[in-house]
Nanobody
Framework: QVQLVESGGGLVQPGGSLRLSCAAS????????MDWYRQAPGKQRELVAS???????NYGDSVKGRFTISRDNAKSTMYLQMNSLKPEDTAVYYC???????????????WGQGTLVTVSS
């Protein structure tokens, strides 16, 4: 069984910072692109940032210059450093990864359970 587990969410004041983590575990052969998505109440899920195995990154327009995505391939873990947080960043943040399973080399699209980030004074 392959799974992703997020951590690091919580309540932060506007202008503050948080760091999210997403750890992959299970029978993993390889991990392809890893993404962070978020979904605010009443809104569609949107892509926040993505990172390839080689470290190429891509950001949504609303977080460029404030958020930084990174990954540690040796630890099968992805991070999202969020700075200068705004109330409109409030959402449930989900990680996603394309993972090739070690057991049968199938390509799996795996989602984490989500972690809530609340930006409020």
């Amino acid at each position: 069984q392959v799974q992703l587990v997020e951590s690091g969410g919580g309540l932060v004041q506007p202008g503050g910072s948080l760091r999210l983590s997403c750890a992959a575990s299970g029978s993993i052969f390889s991990i392809d692109t890893m993404d962070w998505y978020r979904q605010a109440p009443g809104k569609q899920r949107e892509l926040v940032a993505s990172i390839t195995t080689g470290g190429t990154t891509n950001y949504g327009d609303s977080v460029k210059g404030r958020f930084t995505i990174s990954r540690d391939n040796a630890k099968s873990t992805m991070y999202l450093q969020m700075n200068s947080l705004k109330p409109e960043d409030t959402a449930v943040y989900y990680c996603y990864a394309g993972i090739v399973a070690l057991t049968d080399y199938r390509f799996l699209e795996v989602w984490g359970q989500g972690t809530l980030v609340t930006v409020s004074s």
